[in-house]
């Protein structure tokens, strides 16, 4: 290199490398132990880079180090397999880019690093952060292209000429900002010709080439379980984890209260509820069968649509509902699902319905837990006096060993005498639930997240008699328990509670701190009732950072559903569908073409014709214009202005010859000089001084006045025969 | 990248695949347009050169590149030449919408005559460096080629005195003033006037009169003799070393003329009469050995009875010696002593 690289270039190169390991960062194998070494290497690369130019010693030190990393690299194919091996050695090669000093071949190198960094990260499965990054990496990679062609251009002159700027030329420091200003109006331009490309480029089913997905690491599981003992604050986290919209609902407003159901825990022991299947559910309870016909659940298979038979006598009510990772204990939906169908998902997921039959809805997937799913499900309450009509006789129903599972509670003997007191004049097992929630909603309990510590034994009967301060968990699994000490079968369910509504979309967002533990009580005949004893705690005023904290939370969770649906998510279908759209909208632009253009009745295959068509029409389009702007036009000859005079002095000369019978076409000034002495004999004065003035001018390097000009005119027209 | 990208997007469907081949295509169809569109259009590129330099001698090419348009600069322009090889000799970073810039090349040109400058060529590939444009620019810049012609001593003049002498007084090495002139190179120091050049803040000597002809009529033969060893070479020499007797005596206010078959410049002094000699030997070249404009050119130099003829010839067997049928003797370039 002739010259340093200028520091635009050299930043401009970093922050391309520095992009490189964030699109690594972004996947969740890799996480952000990788940005440790990028760091470093970034802060070393400029001392790296001095001290490579002035020690010839420093490459004798770091060549040994690179040879020997190749010999390594199949040991790193055999212990982190082929794709983090190849991943490995492309960091490796980026670092000794980034630690040595580069010319314009070594700066491409080091864009191409960088590539096949976000390269690697984009087939496994990136979070949505890569959509930042990619910006990110669009931007650098446009900035240091400008940069290392200005640099290679200037470092490619053989032999610096006295270059002198004209007066009305801007001075040298004018050359930053008028590149800033163009890396801009360059980024603009990639970032919009990346969007058409995107958007217009035909989609095909995966696997053209025949490679089939492999589920090779699934995810699911039912491991929650709710811990009683203990004790201390629970911070609230606001982070919101769903986006739910109700779109048969006037205004996306839902009347009722939201209880978004995730899975039940029905065991509980040593202070803790956790999961165990049954004999029979008894959820036919509900739903029009009667007795223990396992029908209504097509349990296991599944697929990207699950579904049992509807109760007639509930109302549906359906939901659009995108969640950012899903829990495993279950996907949540409104209280009682009935129906649910996968919009996106990554590809390979699939749903089903639990074996342990309780509405628990399972979702398994490869990577990332997100999705937009569609739910219907059924709400409405039963009749109060119906439910207090109900047959006590559980013993009758129910199974022993079920029986005794979901009514085991572990309370004290002064505990129970409690519920018996509380409980005393409820003539239903209806009404001692209710006069249960009443008592643990009343004044005498206070719902707090600072808890007092709890002892791992008897931890609710303390809640209960002593301490009476807590969050839903407390609460919840007193009413259980209680109840379960009155003989009645009780589970408590997990999930989310409520949500806050959003005017600008109509619809609502879920938080982290809506998580929720409430209550199902088993009524024979009418399935599972459930019963809320938490108090419903108004949030106090927000402050500032709050209510930022909670904006931006929405802000993230709504992005990150643009990306996954609009981005990720941008598949044939929905490419053909916003192709009808733009065509309906053409429709309406174009009068009468709507007459007999019904976009809903065109077929499919039309409309991939019209596709293939625009994409096609642009690219040629595009291809022709270049094609006829870059035309090579002929060549102009750059003349003085006294030699363009020259010029027209001539073109009056031959003029004047056609005039007088002489065929001057492609002629030369001595031919037309020849030419006039012998046809015409004439005194050639005249003309000689003309011509001669002409080749004096045009070839000669000699000035042809303006009034010189006007004076040979003259005397042209007084050339006679 | 462009290649792979979109199978590999097909066969996965996955949307970041297409994304990135999409960024990939954007690239280059950003390249496209702003090749075809911003590159090189509205950039005018004019050049200047000197009209006539000495063989040898390095001159200066002013080159103006203008960016016509409106509102968008041009950037990384390259100025150079395709022939025989790439060579790029200017490079402006960034060239304001409006304004010029102007870039001055050196050049030489080592054969006398007269010589079209190669035309330039601009080269571009911003932004990125993927496609080139290249824009040629042919003009008409010719330049002229002057022997190279070094200060002589006239003492050379001495062998040839032939010829009527002018009746009045000429300059010379005599005793008698003639006239003051500026210092050339070669002038004896004796002759300075030392008051007159500290008054005038340069050299003056004292030119003497003498009673010798100061008219001069140069005869070049062009005429190729082939059997006379390497005639090219030696008639490039017989043209420097003519070039640098003329420019010499007409520093000297000399009279000088020359001929040559085909060519005349008829006596005069001072600088117009150098540029005049100098353009007749830059365009002379050897002719054919029977040219019959050669008797012509000699009748013409002897026709001036005042004259000293000199005879410059570039056959090694007739330097110094008197040549038949022309009466004047030819030119030993062993004689000249370069000052």
Same mark, same amino acid.
């Given at each position: 290199m002739r010259k340093p690289a200028g520091i635009g270039l050299r930043t401009a190169s970093l922050l391309l490398a520095l992009s490189g390991f964030l699109a690594l960062a972004s996947v969740r194998i890799y996480g952000g132990i990788v940005l440790a070494p990028a760091l470093v290497l970034l802060a070393l690369s400029p001392i790296a880079e001095r001290l490579d130019a002035r020690f010839s010693v420093y490459r004798t030190v770091t060549w040994p180090l690179t040879l020997a990393y190749f010999c390594f690299v199949p040991f790193t194919v055999l212990t982190f397999g082929l794709l983090d091996a190849v991943v490995l050695l492309v960091i490796f090669i980026q670092a000794y880019l980034l630690l040595h000093t580069k010319d314009v071949r070594q700066y491409h190198h080091l864009a191409l690093m960088a590539l096949f960094m976000v390269l690697a990260a984009l087939v496994q499965g990136p979070e949505p952060a890569i959509g930042l990054v990619l910006v990110l990496y669009l931007l650098c990679t446009v900035w240091t292209f400008i940069a290392l062609r200005l640099h290679a251009d200037a470092a490619a002159c053989v032999a610096p000429p006295h270059v002198s700027q004209s007066p009305d030329a801007e001075p040298r420091?004018?050359?930053?900002?008028?590149?800033?200003?163009?890396?801009?109006?360059?980024?603009?331009?990639?970032?919009?010709?990346?969007?058409?490309?995107?958007?217009?480029?035909?989609?095909?089913?995966?696997?053209?080439?025949?490679?089939?997905?492999?589920?090779?690491?699934?995810?699911?599981?039912?491991?929650?379980?709710?811990?009683?003992?203990?004790?201390?604050?629970?911070?609230?986290?606001?982070?919101?984890?769903?986006?739910?919209?109700?779109?048969?609902?006037?205004?996306?407003?839902?009347?009722?209260?939201?209880?978004?159901?995730?899975?039940?825990?029905?065991?509980?022991?040593?202070?803790?509820?956790?999961?165990?299947?049954?004999?029979?559910?008894?959820?036919?309870?509900?739903?029009?069968?009667?007795?223990?016909?396992?029908?209504?659940?097509?349990?296991?298979?599944?697929?990207?649509?699950?579904?049992?038979?509807?109760?007639?006598?509930?109302?549906?009510?359906?939901?659009?509902?995108?969640?950012?990772?899903?829990?495993?204990?279950?996907?949540?939906?409104?209280?009682?699902?009935?129906?649910?169908?996968?919009?996106?998902?990554?590809?390979?997921?699939?749903?089903?319905?639990?074996?342990?039959?309780?509405?628990?809805?399972?979702?398994?997937?490869?990577?990332?837990?997100?999705?937009?799913?569609?739910?219907?499900?059924?709400?409405?309450?039963?009749?109060?006096?119906?439910?207090?009509?109900?047959?006590?006789?559980?013993?009758?129903?129910?199974?022993?060993?079920?029986?005794?599972?979901?009514?085991?509670?572990?309370?004290?003997?002064?505990?129970?005498?409690?519920?018996?007191?509380?409980?005393?004049?409820?003539?239903?097992?209806?009404?001692q639930a209710l006069r249960l929630q009443q008592w643990l909603s009343g004044p005498a309990f206070t719902y707090t997240l600072d808890l007092p510590l709890l002892p791992r034994e008897y931890a609710i009967d303390v809640f209960i008699n002593q301490t009476r301060r807590g969050h839903c968990e407390l609460f919840a699994s007193a009413l259980a328990l209680m109840l379960r000490s009155l003989g009645v079968p009780t589970r408590v369910v997990s999930g989310f509670r409520g949500g806050e509504y959003i005017e600008g979309n109509q619809s609502y967002t879920v938080r982290a701190s809506d998580a929720h533990l409430w209550v199902e009580m088993l009524i024979l005949g009418h399935g599972w009732v459930i019963f809320d004893p938490s108090p419903r705690v108004e949030p106090d005023a927000l402050g500032q950072i709050e209510r930022f904290s909670r904006s931006f939370s929405r802000f993230t969770l709504e992005m990150k559903m643009f990306w996954y649906q609009e981005i990720i998510g941008f598949d044939r279908a929905m490419q053909l569908e916003q192709i009808r759209g733009f065509t309906a909208r053409l429709a309406g632009f174009v009068p009468g073409i709507g007459r007999w253009v019904e976009p809903k009745s065109v077929s499919r295959g039309?409309?991939?014709?019209?596709?293939?068509?625009?994409?096609?029409?642009?690219?040629?389009?595009?291809?022709?214009?270049?094609?006829?702007?870059?035309?090579?036009?002929?060549?102009?000859?750059?003349?003085?202005?006294?030699?363009?005079?020259?010029?027209?002095?001539?073109?009056?000369?031959?003029?004047?010859?056609?005039?007088?019978?002489?065929?001057?076409?492609?002629?030369?000034?001595?031919?037309?000089?020849?030419?006039?002495?012998?046809?015409?004999?004439?005194?050639?004065?005249?003309?000689?001084?003309?011509?001669?003035?002409?080749?004096?001018?045009?070839?000669?390097?000699?000035?042809?006045?303006?009034?010189?000009?006007?004076?040979?005119?003259r005397r042209l027209r007084t050339l006679r025969d | 990248m462009m290649l792979l990208g979109l199978p590999m997007a097909w066969n996965t469907g996955n949307q970041l695949l297409y994304l990135l081949f999409a960024g990939v295509c954007a690239f280059h169809a950003v390249s496209l347009v702003w090749a075809a569109c911003f590159s090189s259009r509205g950039i005018v590129l004019t050049r200047a050169a000197p009209y006539a330099v000495q063989r040898g001698e390095f001159f200066w090419v002013r080159v103006r590149i203008e960016n016509r348009r409106r509102l968008i600069p041009a950037f990384s322009l390259c100025i150079g030449r395709e022939q025989p090889s790439r060579h790029v000799l200017a490079h402006v970073a960034c060239l304001p919408a409006g304004r010029a810039v102007e870039v001055n090349i050196p050049h030489s040109l080592a054969r006398r005559g007269p010589h079209r400058l190669p035309p330039y060529t601009l080269f571009t590939s911003f932004p990125f460096g993927l496609i080139e444009r290249r824009r040629h620019f042919p003009d008409?810049?010719?330049?002229?080629?002057?022997?190279?012609?070094?200060?002589?001593?006239?003492?050379?003049?001495?062998?040839?005195?032939?010829?009527?002498?002018?009746?009045?007084?000429?300059?010379?090495?005599?005793?008698?003033?003639?006239?003051?002139?500026?210092?050339?190179?070669?002038?004896?120091?004796?002759?300075?006037?030392?008051?007159?050049?500290?008054?005038?803040?340069?050299?003056?000597?004292?030119?003497?009169?003498?009673?010798?002809?100061?008219?001069?009529?140069?005869?070049?033969?062009?005429?190729?003799?082939?059997?006379?060893?390497?005639?090219?070479?030696?008639?490039?020499?017989?043209?420097?070393?003519?070039?640098?007797?003329?420019?010499? *005596? #007409?520093? /000297?206010?000399?009279?000088? $003329?020359?001929?040559? &078959?085909?060519? @005349?410049?008829?006596?005069?002094? +001072?600088?117009?009469?150098?540029?005049?000699?100098?353009? *007749? #030997?830059? /365009?002379?070249?050897?002719? $054919?050995?029977?040219? &019959?404009?050669? @008797?012509?050119?000699?009748?013409? +130099?002897?026709?001036?009875?005042?004259?000293?003829?000199? *005879?410059?010839?570039?056959?090694?067997?007739?330097?110094?010696?008197?040549?038949?049928?022309v009466g004047a003797r030819v030119l030993d370039p062993r004689e000249i002593v370069y000052a």
């Open positions: 420091r004018g050359l930053h900002w008028r590149v800033g200003v163009s890396v801009v109006m360059i980024s603009a331009g990639v970032f919009a010709f990346t969007a058409a490309f995107f958007i217009l480029t035909p989609r095909t089913e995966a696997g053209l080439f025949g490679r089939e997905i492999q589920f090779d690491r699934p995810r699911t599981g039912f491991t929650e379980r709710v811990d009683l003992a203990g004790g201390g604050a629970v911070e609230q986290d606001t982070t919101a984890v769903m986006h739910v919209e109700f779109p048969d609902l006037p205004d996306g407003r839902y009347p009722g209260p939201m209880y978004w159901r995730t899975t039940t825990l029905n065991q509980y022991a040593d202070s803790e509820w956790s999961r165990r299947g049954l004999t029979d559910n008894l959820e036919s309870q509900g739903i029009a069968f009667v007795g223990r016909r396992r029908t209504g659940f097509p349990f296991g298979g599944g697929g990207e649509h699950v579904s049992r038979f509807h109760n007639q006598s509930k109302h549906r009510v359906r939901q659009l509902i995108y969640m950012d990772d899903v829990p495993e204990r279950g996907v949540p939906c409104l209280d009682l699902v009935h129906e649910v169908t996968l919009v996106a998902a990554p590809r390979g997921a699939r749903l089903y319905w639990d074996g342990s039959l309780d509405f628990t809805v399972g979702f398994e997937t490869v990577g990332a837990r997100r999705m937009t799913y569609e739910v219907w499900s059924e709400v409405g309450e039963s009749d109060p006096s119906e439910l207090r009509a109900a047959s006590a006789d559980y013993e009758a129903v129910l199974a022993p060993r079920d029986f005794q599972l979901l009514t085991s509670h572990e309370l004290l003997p002064e505990t129970e005498a409690l519920a018996r007191r509380v409980t005393a004049d409820a003539a239903s097992v209806f009404d039309a409309f991939l014709s019209v596709r293939v068509l625009l994409f096609g029409g642009f690219v040629a389009a595009l291809v022709f214009w270049i094609a006829t702007a870059s035309r090579p036009k002929r060549p102009r000859y750059a003349f003085t202005r006294d030699q363009a005079r020259a010029g027209r002095l001539y073109r009056r000369v031959l003029r004047r010859m056609r005039w007088h019978g002489l065929a001057a076409t492609g002629s030369t000034a001595e031919e037309l000089l020849e030419s006039w002495k012998n046809r015409r004999g004439g005194d050639p004065g005249p003309l000689r001084e003309v011509l001669d003035a002409y080749n004096a001018a045009r070839f000669g390097g000699r000035p042809l006045t303006r009034k010189h000009y006007v004076a040979l005119l | 008409a810049v010719e330049v002229l080629v002057y022997p190279r012609a070094h200060a002589v001593r006239a003492n050379v003049l001495d062998r040839f005195r032939v010829g009527r002498q002018v009746p009045h007084g000429v300059a010379g090495d005599g005793d008698e003033f003639f006239t003051l002139r500026e210092y050339v190179i070669g002038d004896d120091p004796r002759r300075i006037a030392w008051r007159v050049s500290a008054r005038l803040g340069r050299w003056i000597v004292r030119e003497m009169s003498r009673e010798r002809s100061r008219y001069i009529v140069f005869v070049l033969d062009t005429r190729r003799r082939d059997d006379s060893g390497d005639h090219d070479e030696n008639f490039e020499e017989a043209v420097e070393m003519l070039a640098s007797l003329a420019v010499t *005596l #007409l520093r /000297r206010h000399y009279n000088v $003329a020359v001929y040559a &078959p085909g060519f @005349a410049v008829e006596g005069g002094e +001072g600088a117009t009469q150098e540029r005049h000699v100098l353009d *007749l #030997l830059a /365009r002379v070249m050897p002719t $054919a050995p029977d040219d &019959p404009r050669w @008797a012509d050119a000699v009748r013409r +130099g002897k026709e001036s009875a005042w004259s000293t003829v000199i *005879l410059v010839s570039s056959d090694p067997r007739a330097w110094g010696a008197v040549a038949p049928g």
